[in-house]
């Protein structure tokens, strides 16, 4: 680009928006505001304007729009028809890292077809939450190509899909996937193979969610030195509730490359940083209740502490 | 110490020896050099002067006895009794994190009962491998006070002998565990609320091995900041047999504050680093075949790297 880009960018997200039945050994909740983009708006709307695609029920309680909207985050392209919003119900147990899915109802989500708005139609950053890759596919030709794409996908349509999940993936510019699924995707045990096979489909960069293990980056360059990042994720005390952690992160990573002027690999680390700043406080809670109470502040003092969480300073020794 | 510390400082070590029959899908070995101490031994001769006390049979191979004392590690304490050496016996399927026993023998070492040489006495770091925490003890009675002591332990000793345990904890400086062990031994998920219990009995320092995912270390600072450092492990393609990664990390780690004039935080923040790059090479074949083939060398390049895998600028975003 020539012109000075304007900041902070906007974004937009396209994905589920559904109500949550969770339960872990620290407490539970019903019928919580959930879903991929749901989640993924909370977080980006700390940092930027967002635009949000998804279908609800006519069951879905306007608080959650209302919330929503207070938040700076704009419904225009949130479809509410008549019927029942996506349902999902879960259990973890101590180990919060393997969630139980117990019932998931599609419900009007089953139709989902994206249409964008025309207002939403030149976004500067997108999100592609976890949906069909063919919608995922629907979506980019909705749009006119924006400064940086980025994808999340499941296991279900990695198993399901893969052809098209593939298609999807060598138009982006971005992975954001958990570790099973970048084994399972690329097919190999190693995960920097499976880096490797990913990236050399196309995007730049594919970042790697390892829950309480933190994330990690890899980027398409000659070296590991060059390619590889790590973020180790914000020590708690206590977690209650891991549902919306990933999508928090690309929230908080996509939130964080709002304001930067360009969109280079320091741009990506300082992302995967803001990443796992907000899913740490996602987890403190159940739904996104943790999100509801925390102001930006907050999210810059945790920031501040993960410099100091890798930082050694380098010895050197006299060596015969 | 108002004298000047002489560097490097010398190493003692106490542990098993012993041969090892090991599959991975990768391959595998038989009657392979084993052991904890001697693992950790190969790894610290690296860095300074090691001393290793521990047990073998009559039919432990010359040819390891020539092999540890080309690589400068004194052997004077290692005792040679009629008998067969401790024998284990482990697979490893594509998830390399969990080994299967199939056989352990213990063999001479069941009669382990350490006694150190007289010129082993006065060690500047002293490295109490895996073995039963009454030896554990018994060593720190034979040791005037070194400048740092550092234990492992296992699961076993965890369930079967967790009072003996704690009473050595409470005597060391540094624990150096895997996650799973630094749960059980203090009954909690959390992995911070078990750095806190473990941290509360005595040592400065608990060092957390999390294999794929590197190493934590936790000290008794104040807040998160102070307290909390990460480190991840190397990004590898191929890793064959990971046995022995966890006695190399702690090689390296003491191998590292072997050349540190002063053991603050600082120093254990590089000690890390250091043992999670030993620990890279050794998962790299069976045995200690990788450790063999390396130079002091490899070691600082892969030494160099890793402060770009954590490294980030911060950018200072200007907020109304």
Do not use: C
């Not at 190509?145 to 060598?170: C, G, H, Y």
């Not at 958990?178 to 995960?191: H, I, K």
């Amino acid at each position: 680009m020539t012109e000075q880009t304007r900041l902070p960018r906007e974004i937009l997200v396209v994905g589920s928006v559904g109500l949550d039945n969770v339960e872990t050994p620290f407490g539970k909740v019903e019928r919580a505001l959930g879903g991929s983009a749901t989640y993924f708006a909370t977080a980006a709307s700390f940092f930027a304007p967002v635009n949000l695609v998804g279908i609800v029920g006519t069951d879905f309680p306007q608080e959650h729009i209302d919330f929503l909207q207070q938040r700076g985050v704009n419904l225009d392209g949130l479809e509410i028809v008549e019927g029942e919003t996506f349902f999902w119900a879960g259990r973890y147990d101590y180990d919060l890292n393997v969630a139980h899915t117990l019932e998931t109802r599609l419900n009007v989500f089953a139709d989902f077809n994206p249409q964008l708005p025309p207002h939403y139609r030149t976004p500067s950053l997108l999100f592609l939450a976890n949906i069909a890759p063919e919608l995922q596919l629907s979506v980019l030709d909705q749009v006119e190509r924006p400064d940086l794409v980025a994808l999340d996908t499941m296991n279900f349509w990695i198993d399901s899909q893969k052809e098209a999940l593939i298609r999807v993936i060598q138009k982006v510019d971005v992975v954001i996937i958990n570790e099973a699924e970048a084994r399972d995707l690329a097919e190999t045990p190693s995960l920097l193979k499976a880096a490797r096979t990913i990236l050399s489909w196309g995007p730049r960069a594919l970042v790697v969610k390892r829950g309480e293990y933190g994330a990690a980056l890899f980027t398409s360059g000659s070296s590991r030195v060059d390619s590889f990042f790590f973020v180790p994720a914000y020590p708690l005390e206590d977690v209650r509730d891991p549902t919306g952690a990933g999508d928090t992160f690309a929230g908080g990573f996509i939130g964080a490359l709002a304001h930067e002027p360009v969109l280079d690999t320091n741009a990506l680390r300082r992302a995967m940083v803001q990443g796992s700043v907000v899913a740490s406080f996602t987890v403190e809670d159940f739904s996104i209740n943790r999100l509801k109470e925390i102001r930006i502040e907050d999210i810059w003092a945790r920031t501040k502490e993960f410099r100091a969480f890798t930082y050694f300073e380098p010895l050197e020794v006299a060596r015969s």
